[in-house]
């Protein structure tokens, strides 16, 4: 259900922890004139030996773009021009915790930059450029599934809304639901730069400092919330009071948009919107379109958010909705006081800053084409 934080950022004893966290990675695909895409090989992977340059979110990143800017420049020495937003991808695992991963595009490398790589041999054994057919077989097949999905889809489609890798939202309207292909690692495609990182790789393929378990349990962890922005014929959003909860702050009336957290352990981003407006308006609603994903930083790389970590905001476009419909709600009275439609000035006095600034930006999203809008505390990433 709803949590009370200004800003989403949750409040103590209130957001429900376990079950809630989540991993966040960003990656890049570095095209090139040829339509093929970059890929590395990763020396201390004998499982999964091959990716597209990337890694894992840090408490001080302010974004995604941050987490995938700084981890170029640490795996190949260089740093990239990103462009768009590709997709954003969320997937479940029995074995891990569930990861948010960002896709970005980047300008294509110069001769220059290409010159110029001086990967870390400990994270970068080689490199090569795969045709969307090879990087198909090469990758491991969530990875495969998602980057296919960015070179087969018209960019003009981005960005894409993916879960477990597939197809969703959007997406549906470019690219059909396929099985991945046959999974063939690097066999057969020689690497670029193998010999190049000869004279500095140990003799032995390094080993990770951490085992697998260990090293998933020391990760840090983000939380995301799934919000619908609903609208009447007069184009007034369906805001939500909570109930007034315990600790600083919480005798002060706390408007939001329908939703809460994502029960990230068992469930999709979609599948939480759809629970949440039925726990709370008492509505059985398929989400619509993904508006916006929006990225609130954490205290470390924000200290002044109140946020404990990150928190990635899924907004979904829950339509208009007629009188009838709006005659229906049954609130959660455990947890809302009160329903209001409002235009867009008093949406904007009533909500907090970041809340106001996401929903704008979804908004403005209903009147276009194209994926969701990439943010950051409500404001453009870009």
Do not use: N
Request: glycine letters at 10%; one cysteine or more.
């Amino acid at each position: 259900m709803v949590s009370p934080p200004a800003g989403d950022q949750g409040a103590p004893g209130q957001d429900g922890r376990a079950g809630r966290e989540l991993l966040a990675a960003a990656g890049v695909l570095f095209p090139d004139e040829q339509g093929r895409v970059l890929v590395v090989r990763l020396p201390y992977d004998r499982e999964h030996p091959v990716a597209v340059p990337g890694g894992g979110w840090e408490p001080q990143d302010l974004s995604p773009r941050r987490t995938a800017v700084r981890e170029i420049e640490e795996e190949l020495g260089f740093t990239p021009r990103l462009g768009p937003l590709a997709c954003v991808d969320w997937t479940l695992d029995h074995f891990r915790p569930p990861i948010a991963a960002y896709l970005y595009w980047a300008d294509p490398l110069t001769p220059a930059q290409l010159a110029a790589i001086t990967p870390d041999p400990a994270e970068v054994g080689g490199w090569v450029w795969l045709t969307p057919e090879q990087a198909g077989h090469a990758l491991p097949p969530r990875l495969s599934r998602r980057v296919t999905a960015c070179l087969r889809a018209p960019r003009s489609a981005g960005p894409l809304e993916l879960e477990d890798s597939l197809p969703a939202g959007h997406t549906l309207d470019h690219l059909t639901v396929e099985p991945p292909p046959e999974y063939t690692r690097l066999a057969g495609l020689p690497l670029t730069g193998a010999a190049a990182l000869a004279a500095v790789r140990p003799a032995a393929e390094p080993v990770p400092p951490l085992d697998r378990d260990t090293y998933i349990a020391t990760r840090p962890r983000i939380r995301a919330k799934a919000r619908t922005v609903f609208t009447d014929r007069s184009g007034r959003v369906l805001l939500v009071r909570l109930r007034p909860w315990p600790g600083t702050g919480g005798e002060v009336p706390y408007w939001v948009l329908p939703g809460g957290g994502i029960e990230a352990d068992r469930e999709l981003p979609r599948a939480a919107a759809r629970r949440e407006v039925r726990e709370e308006l008492g509505w059985d609603r398929e989400p619509g379109r993904l508006l916006a994903v929006d990225w609130l930083p954490g205290h470390a790389a924000a200290p002044a958010s109140g946020r404990d970590t990150a928190v990635l905001v899924y907004l979904f476009d829950g339509g208009t909705v007629a009188e009838d419909r709006l005659a229906s709600i049954a609130l959660a009275e455990d947890e809302l006081a009160e329903w209001r439609l409002c235009a867009p000035a008093e949406a904007r006095a009533l909500l907090s800053d970041s809340s106001w600034a996401r929903t704008e930006a979804a908004l403005a999203a209903r009147a276009r084409t194209g994926g969701p809008a990439e943010l950051v505390r409500g404001r453009p990433a870009d």
